[in-house]
């Protein structure tokens, strides 16, 4: 339902921040609050979640996190507050490469994970977390990215072109016209 919060930060609590977005506050449970610098406007990725006696929201600095967070509740014994505990313990590459690798002396050591759900994790998901690290989450970013390659531009310079590009939610054209002027520059210079 919420794929993503824009906003800045103005409060953390302990296990969550609060997002102002055009004067609403929205209060979302993260695994590492110190991320979120107060005053700062930020992209939250978000998961909103709806039991019968509470709805909130989840919330990730980055689309990795988010989908790492996705195969953890999707295995059985994990809901929502422990694969944040498990997040919040960790980060992501860590949790993966001890997914991948089978090392549940690792897993147990998260908060919220006992033997029996590190097991289930590995079962569930081992050899399943190749996550593609080039791709943004965004598809309409991830075209403009696609399109610029076809330009001749490199990977590297795409990749830290649109890491200085604070604008998200656009059309692959927007993020195109935004990402030229700046590739462009960066090559006469050379």
Do not use: W
Request: proline share 2%.
């Amino acid at each position: 339902m919420y794929f993503y919060l824009r906003g800045k930060i103005t409060l953390h609590q302990k296990g969550s921040i609060v997002v102002d977005v055009n004067g609403v506050g929205y209060q979302v449970l993260v695994s590492h609050p110190e991320d979120y610098p107060l005053g700062e406007t930020m992209v939250v990725y978000t998961v909103f979640f709806v039991r019968e006696d509470e709805q909130y929201l989840v919330g990730f600095k980055t689309f990795e996190e988010k989908a790492l967070f996705s195969k953890l509740i999707s295995v059985k014994g994990v809901g929502p507050r422990t694969a944040i505990q498990a997040l919040g313990s960790s980060s992501v590459d860590k949790l993966t490469e001890a997914i991948n690798s089978s090392n549940l002396l690792y897993l147990t050591s998260l908060q919220g994970v006992g033997k029996k759900v590190a097991s289930q994790i590995v079962l569930d998901l081992r050899g399943k977390l190749m996550m593609d690290k080039t791709k943004s989450g965004d598809k309409e970013l991830d075209d403009a990215m696609d399109g610029l390659l076809q330009f001749g531009f490199t990977k590297k310079e795409i990749t830290e072109v649109f890491s200085s590009i604070s604008s998200r939610g656009l059309k692959a054209e927007e993020y195109i016209a935004l990402a030229l002027p700046k590739l462009s520059s960066r090559n006469k210079v050379k």
